[in-house]
């Protein structure tokens, strides 16, 4: 019986993917470009970023409380307050975030979750942990979250409403692998070669949903740019050959994903 494959739709697009890793130095990879963690690693240094950005701002209200003392004997006192309460809103926040994540509930609406203030505190903490070496293992942990905050509000979509999105860089026979699951599917796969692929495919296809996948540097930035327009799972990639070659993926997981949303299974 013939295999059903997936329609193979190439867009160029005008940013590079794979730029965040322009530095990389051609050295094999730590664990051979498997960088899987476990999710509450993400939740470790989200304290860490939101504790730093806190105790900065807090600095900068120390310095600036002689100047504010001009011009108005109380404004030092206010700016404290301020910061207290936004200091107490933020650890509450975090606290929720994470009783959403162990519960498997959406405790929070989606703006307050994975669609909302968690893309920019993904963003704040991959800055944090690319300071200590570790942004890679980081990122896959907040993917994780990310994915395990959105599951719950997953909708099924209709055929032709669900787009799966892959980067030019996996290996030949892992396309193969996705265009076969992505046909059982019916759902189009569309590859980028250059530039953000998901804001220009989402402008022009105006999908329901996306599947995408990606290393963890360019998922936590596609995710922050397409995420808060419409419902997205996201799925990295192992990196055996280094960056922008020959990446591997799950494919248990993108079937269950592409499940998830439910568009034209069989």
Avoid at 186 to 196: C, H, K, M, N, S
């Amino acid at each position: 019986m013939a295999t059903h494959r997936a329609e193979l739709i190439h867009i160029d697009v005008d940013r590079r993917l794979g730029h965040e890793w322009d530095e990389w130095d051609g050295n094999p990879l730590p664990n051979r470009g498997n960088f899987s963690s476990p999710p509450m690693l993400f939740f470790g240094w989200a304290i860490l970023a939101l504790l730093a950005a806190l105790a900065i701002a807090a600095l900068a209200i120390a310095l600036l409380a002689p100047h504010l003392v001009r011009v108005g004997a109380s404004l030092p006192d206010i700016a404290w307050q301020g910061f207290t309460i936004v200091a107490g809103l933020c650890l509450l926040w975090w606290l929720i975030l994470l009783a959403s994540f162990i519960s498997g509930r959406a405790l929070l609406p989606a703006s307050l979750a994975e669609r909302g203030l968690m893309l920019r505190l993904m963003s704040l903490t991959s800055r944090v942990a690319s300071w200590f070496g570790r942004r890679d293992w980081v990122e896959n942990a907040a993917v994780k979250v990310y994915n395990a905050l959105a599951l719950p509000r997953v909708k099924r979509v209709n055929a032709g409403e669900l787009l799966l999105l892959v980067p030019r860089c996996l290996s030949r026979a892992t396309l193969d692998r996705v265009l076969e699951s992505a046909g059982r599917h019916d759902v189009p796969v569309f590859v980028a070669t250059r530039g953000q692929l998901a804001r220009r495919v989402i402008r022009e296809r105006r999908p329901r949903a996306v599947v995408a996948v990606a290393c963890e540097r360019d998922m936590v930035t596609g995710l922050h740019d397409v995420a808060g327009k419409v419902p997205v799972l996201g799925l990295t990639m192992t990196l055996p050959a280094g960056p922008c070659k020959d990446a591997e993926l799950d494919h248990e997981t993108l079937d269950g994903y592409l499940r998830a949303f439910g568009a034209g299974a069989n």
